[in-house]
């Protein structure tokens, strides 16, 4: 099946800093790509779908200046975190859409001290 | 507008019982539906799905699902429940109205006990 990777596994960045995580389809192309979030013990929340070569289409209460997505090839989405703030520490995961089914990416964990 | 209601937060069952996970869903098209395990700290495994094909769809490990239209439901079952069952479920519904952007429910917790 379809393969799509996310780096990094696990961040721990200072509060007010910027990180970036990428996510990655692997051996198939990708115009649309999807970020979700999830505290701990909780659901998957959808922030944001990122398209490639357009703007990313945010969620209602996300912030997009805070959250910022480059969907900059086919294979490619970055979700960058601006000036992190503890409540930001969450699991982020991708995913990409091949036909009607999604793959996900493992999982990006940001904790930010 | 789509959403899932998953009715159990917390289930607990018996080494070697059967297992059901219960999901209501709401679409205003077509669904698909999905039913997603989460083990701790590990990504998301996707156990079956719904396409409009065969409405009695079989999974992995065992694991089959039912969507009845009638009843808007898309149930997880499992005759005999293994120990490494125990996770997180979540039911996921999406359709091509929303670009195939899932809405997943609040997750069912499963508990094996021996």
């Known amino acids: 099946g379809a393969v799509v990777s996310q780096h990094p596994s696990w961040v721990i960045c200072k509060s007010g800093t910027s990180v970036k995580i990428e996510c990655r389809s692997l051996d198939f192309q990708a115009t649309t790509m999807f970020w979700y979030r999830q505290f701990p013990k909780q659901s998957l929340m959808l922030m944001a779908t990122?398209?490639?070569?357009?703007?990313?289409?945010?969620e209602q209460g996300v912030e997009k200046d805070k959250f910022l997505i480059n969907h900059a090839s086919l294979t490619l989405s970055t979700l960058t975190v601006t000036s992190a703030h503890p409540e930001d520490s969450s699991f982020y995961i991708c995913s990409a859409p091949e036909g009607r089914e999604q793959y996900f990416g493992p999982g990006t964990r940001l904790t930010v001290t | 507008a789509q959403s899932v209601t998953q009715l159990d937060s917390h289930v607990s069952v018996s080494e070697g019982t059967p297992v059901l996970l219960r999901c209501n869903y709401s679409?205003?098209?077509?669904?698909?539906l999905f039913w997603y395990v989460q083990h701790p700290n590990k990504g998301l495994q996707l156990l079956l799905k719904y396409t409009s094909a065969a409405t009695l769809v079989k999974g992995i490990n065992g694991f089959e699902a039912e969507f009845k239209k009638s009843e808007t439901s898309f149930h997880l079952t499992k005759p005999s429940a293994h120990m490494s069952d125990a996770a997180e479920y979540f039911c996921?519904?999406?359709?091509?109205?929303?670009?195939?952007?899932?809405?997943f429910g609040k997750g069912t917790s499963l508990l094996v006990t021996p």
């Open positions: 990122s398209n490639e070569g357009s703007k990313a289409t945010y």
């Open positions: 679409s205003s098209y077509s669904p698909s």
């Open positions: 996921v519904v999406s359709n091509s109205n929303s670009g195939y952007a899932l809405n």
